[in-house]
């Protein structure tokens, strides 16, 4: 009977610390930054009018709303499909189908990033398109470990 306690508390305390490290990678995931096409186009250095300050911010706000939710999905699909890999009961073609549910859900995000540059090209006047372009600060991609 004792031992018994003894391993009920044992599992109960590594079921709650698993659950808890689960709800933190959620709640990162869900807070975590959009991608660097959110970059801000401050009025002064564009000179955008009212409306289009107010139509950016529009744009912005539904981007981040979208994005948000997306990452969210993604990261309890990514959680799914670790818990997936160390159960042998799983089969491989439901780990695939796994990976393609995250990989699908990768690619929104990416097809929401390029929906955001191209509403915030058909706000900006071809001037305003030339210096916004100019200031945007790609980060350099590494090939084999070296800077090109």
Request: charged share 25%; glycine share 6%.
């Amino acid at each position: 009977m004792k031992y018994t306690y003894i391993w009920g508390v044992f599992f109960f305390i590594v079921c709650s610390c698993a659950v808890e490290s689960a709800w933190a990678q959620l709640e990162r995931a869900s807070k975590a930054p959009p991608p660097s096409a959110l970059r801000e186009v401050p009025g002064q250095d564009f000179s955008l009018t009212e409306d289009q300050q107010l139509t950016i911010r529009r744009v912005k706000a539904n981007y981040l709303m979208k994005v948000v939710q997306l990452r969210s999905e993604l990261a309890v699909s990514q959680l799914e499909f670790r818990g997936m890999v160390g159960d042998p009961a799983i089969t491989e073609e439901a780990l695939r189908n796994k990976g393609r549910e995250v990989e699908a859900i990768n690619g929104q995000i990416v097809r929401e990033m390029i929906n955001y540059e191209i509403e915030i090209r058909r706000i900006l006047t071809p001037d305003q398109l030339k210096a916004w372009g100019r200031s945007v600060d790609y980060p350099v991609q590494k090939k084999w470990g070296k800077n090109p």
